[in-house]
């Protein structure tokens, strides 16, 4: 992409890809390409490692719901392999070592892309980067405080009189799956100010479609809720609705203000235009 018109942003040509990288020859973007890979590849490897220690604490948090629900009935996590437990840690640390590591890789793959890309893009992806990383965390802990909501609800459909034995992998893959679509969830808005910022959505499509989206996020929080658990729904689409309209508001300020620079770049051309004419008109 390209930056705004010279005459907008005052600038005398358009924004180009510059820094060391800029005509890098193929060998040194394969040595770059290696050594940022080496250093994901490590802060992944630190993650799991770390996931792996913390998996019996996590496991804990997981069994939580399973332990207050035995108190009414006969329930419990169930593995149906020898090998089930140690899986199912694997998992965990597996999961656990990529949401760690997460800022360390992503930045190293977007620091590998930064040279492709001009000072504008460059600041908005890593901005977005920045801002995607603690709503992805916010995100996934409203998901860990939901879960055990839902298993008291889901398994109170069942007899008093019943057993309930869950098979461990299904259990775990089941909160993974309300985690990971929670923190997804709470990210989306900040990969709409990205768009905005890069000249793709502009805020009047974002506004358009504002019935659309709180439809949506009323029916991902029925999803991803209970039916009859109203309050955790809530506690699901209040947060991702504010977070939209934030999005909504710093999309329409930066329109509005690229509007402003344009306004202000087209006045410029008038003048000089006017000027120029005044001077040749004078000297004919």
Excluded at 64 to 70: F, K, Q, S, V, Y
Excluded at 101 to 119: H, Q, V
Excluded at 207 to 235: E, H, K, N, Q, Y
């Amino acid at each position: 992409m390209t930056a705004l018109a010279p005459d907008v942003v005052g600038a005398s040509a358009p924004a180009t890809a510059t820094g060391p990288s800029a005509g890098m020859p193929l060998s040194a973007h394969l040595r770059e390409a290696r050594t940022r890979s080496l250093r994901a590849v490590v802060a992944l490897l630190i993650g799991v490692m770390t996931g792996y220690l913390l998996s019996d604490q996590v496991m804990e948090i997981v069994r939580a719901p399973i332990t207050a629900l035995a108190e009414s009935r006969d329930a419990s996590l169930n593995y149906d392999s020898i090998t089930g437990a140690f899986d199912l840690k694997l998992k965990i640390a597996l999961f656990s070592g990529i949401a760690l590591s997460s800022p360390i890789w992503m930045y190293e793959l977007l620091a590998f892309l930064a040279p492709g890309l001009d000072r504008r893009e460059k600041k908005y992806t890593f901005g977005f980067l920045a801002a995607a990383v603690p709503l992805f965390a916010a995100g996934c802990t409203a998901g860990l405080l939901l879960f055990p909501h839902m298993v008291e609800l889901l398994a109170g459909f069942a007899s008093t009189e019943d057993s309930t034995l869950l098979q461990a992998s299904y259990y775990v893959d089941f909160i993974l799956k309300i985690v990971l679509a929670t923190g997804v969830a709470f990210v989306l808005p900040a990969f709409l100010v990205m768009l905005n910022l890069l000249g793709i959505l502009p805020a009047r499509a974002i506004a358009r479609s504002w019935r659309i989206v709180i439809v949506a996020i009323v029916l991902f929080s029925a999803i991803v809720t209970p039916a009859a658990d109203v309050l955790s729904m809530f506690l699901i689409a209040v947060p991702m609705t504010a977070l939209f309209l934030v999005a909504l508001l710093i999309a329409w300020l930066h329109d509005r203000a690229v509007d402003r620079r344009l306004s202000a770049g087209t006045v410029r051309t008038a003048v000089r235009t006017a000027v120029c004419t005044t001077a040749t008109t004078t000297e004919g």
